[in-house]
């Protein structure tokens, strides 16, 4: 009888185990792999305005609205701010289920406009300034005039105190100097600033901790120890755009900035204006293979221009959208098999990234 009861006992005890192995037992899952068109944060294709002209197929295709503003139209006398400039635009996009990004320009200068977009009352405050090469009616800044220095930098505080940490703003271009604000000075003339100044203009944009602030590299201008591209980088975590990203070599000058923070690339001219590689399917490839932008321009000026490079493109613009900036897959998943309602575990996941990650903050 003892025998009986020690043998009860033992199966008792293996049965108890056989069901606590099978309690804690993992299930792993690998999900079928699905590569449709998403439209994840912090990436994707960018409509610029007119936003009305973009068709609902092109915007449903997009990420951002992007518009650009001549200081003066928002700075509007000393410490006096316009801000429905950017606001309309801003709404506009957050209408439409998108985010927004913009940037304001000191000096606009091409073929067929000469604004200068200092405000007339900081040149009355005795700011100096030079007639542009290429239009002389334009009143470029002396970049390195105490007064410029002094407003701009009164301009970009408002500017952060109103838009930094704005759940709808996407990112913030710094354009502070040169033509377009892209940080050279083609079509204007003039001497460009030391180091030091181009450096005091990245300091002026240190309190956006919460909105991605992105500056200008056209042809990796600033990009060497010491150069305002590099000190943006390292010492605030500033990411980088390049325009005319379809001329040789523009494909690979954000490269530096790989998981610091996001890139952007413009195209030279709007679709349908440029020359005939410049929006090509292997042009596209191109670029995003040789880089790693987080956001593209999806036909650039115009809203309409999205239209007919979606038209004429919309297989390239659909491959692209997942594979720029990051794209992370996962690929299992392991949980204990106990795992139900009213149970804690710890799952665990695996995932390959496809593309590089850029490092949010």
């Not at 002094?150 to 703003?169: C, S």
């Not at 659909?318 to 149970?343: I, R, V």
Request: charged letters at 15%; a neutral charge.
């Amino acid at each position: 009888m003892m025998l009986y009861r020690r043998v009860w006992v033992m199966l008792c005890a293996f049965a108890c185990g056989v069901a606590m192995n099978a309690l804690s037992a993992d299930v792993s899952v690998v999900p079928k792999e699905n590569n449709a068109y998403l439209l994840n944060p912090g990436k994707g294709w960018i409509i610029y305005s007119s936003f009305s002209s973009a068709s609902t197929v092109a915007w449903a295709k997009a990420s951002v609205g992007y518009a650009r503003y001549m200081w003066k139209d928002i700075h509007t006398n000393d410490n006096q701010f316009n801000w429905s400039v950017i606001d309309n635009d801003r709404a506009a996009c957050v209408a439409r289920g998108k985010q927004f990004a913009f940037g304001v320009m000191s000096v606009c200068v091409n073929s067929s406009s000469s604004y200068f977009g200092m405000p007339q009352w900081v040149i009355d405050a005795g700011a100096s300034y030079y007639s542009a090469s290429g239009a002389s009616g334009c009143k470029v800044p002396v970049w390195n005039d105490p007064v410029f220095t002094n407003k701009i930098g009164q301009f970009v505080t408002a500017l952060r105190n109103r838009y930094n940490g704005d759940p709808a703003i996407a990112y913030i271009d710094c354009r502070t100097y040169g033509n377009w604000g892209e940080w050279h000075l083609g079509g204007v003339g003039g001497s460009a600033p030391s180091d030091a100044v181009l450096r005091q203009y990245i300091d002026q944009w240190a309190g956006f901790d919460k909105t991605h602030i992105i500056v200008p590299i056209s042809g990796g201008t600033g990009m060497y120890t010491g150069g305002y591209g590099f000190y943006a980088r390292d010492t605030y975590g500033f990411g980088y755009r390049e325009d005319s990203v379809e001329w040789g070599g523009r494909a690979s000058t954000c490269a530096s900035g790989l998981n610091v923070a996001p890139a952007v690339g413009e195209h030279t001219a709007p679709y349908g204006t440029g020359g005939s590689e410049d929006y090509s399917d292997s042009t596209t490839s191109n670029i995003f293979t040789h880089s790693f932008y987080s956001y593209m321009d999806m036909g650039e000026w115009n809203g309409s221009a999205a239209n007919n490079y979606l038209a004429a493109h919309g297989a390239a613009i659909d491959e692209w959208q997942n594979k720029m900036g990051y794209w992370f897959k996962m690929t299992s998943a392991t949980y204990p098999s106990h795992l139900g309602n009213g149970t804690t575990a710890s799952p665990r996941c695996t995932s390959s990234r496809t593309r590089a990650l850029s490092n949010w903050r």
